[in-house]
């Protein structure tokens, strides 16, 4: 009996000085996002006109805009990220006019939206590389909390 209480009190002790309130590495939610994101990155777009890629575009912009709650969140803002996403926010508005050109003209594969396009997914790229930098770093608090 005493080996059994001694055992439950090396494991309450053990247990107890944990810092539960500082957020796991990685940040599980964001990571699940980053994955989503890279995924729509990779296989959207493939083999389609540049016109037909501004629903994929814009869901990438949905799961970007996930992704900046969830850095909000847990307060992991950085100029790095600023700085990409107003590449995206600028890379945006240039394929939304080049869109608008093409529209107004004949030809259904114009090279501007083509670049247009491109560059809106290189922005993309470098937002989550970003993003994936803020997420492996370690929590701003890591190792100032007592034991």
Do not use: K
């Not at 805009?65 to 926010?89: I, K, P, Q, S």
């Not at 004949?106 to 803020?134: F, K, N, Q, S, T």
């Amino acid at each position: 009996m005493r080996a059994a209480a001694s055992v439950a009190a090396l494991f309450l002790l053990a247990t107890g000085c944990r810092n539960d309130s500082v957020p796991a590495w990685g940040y599980p939610e964001l990571g699940a996002t980053l994955t989503a994101l890279s995924r729509t990155l990779e296989e959207g777009c493939a083999g389609q006109a540049p016109e037909s890629c501004a629903g994929e575009l814009d869901r990438l912009d949905a799961l970007a805009g996930r992704a900046f709650t969830e850095v909000l969140d847990h307060r992991l803002l950085d100029t790095a990220y600023v700085g990409a996403r107003n590449e995206v926010d600028r890379a945006r508005e240039l394929r939304t006019a080049a869109a608008a050109r093409a529209r107004a003209g004949r030809d259904p594969y114009p090279l501007p939206l083509r670049r247009a396009v491109e560059a809106e997914r290189l922005a993309y790229r470098h937002l989550l590389a970003a993003l994936e930098r803020i997420r492996t770093a370690p929590p701003p608090e890591a190792g100032a909390e007592p034991v």
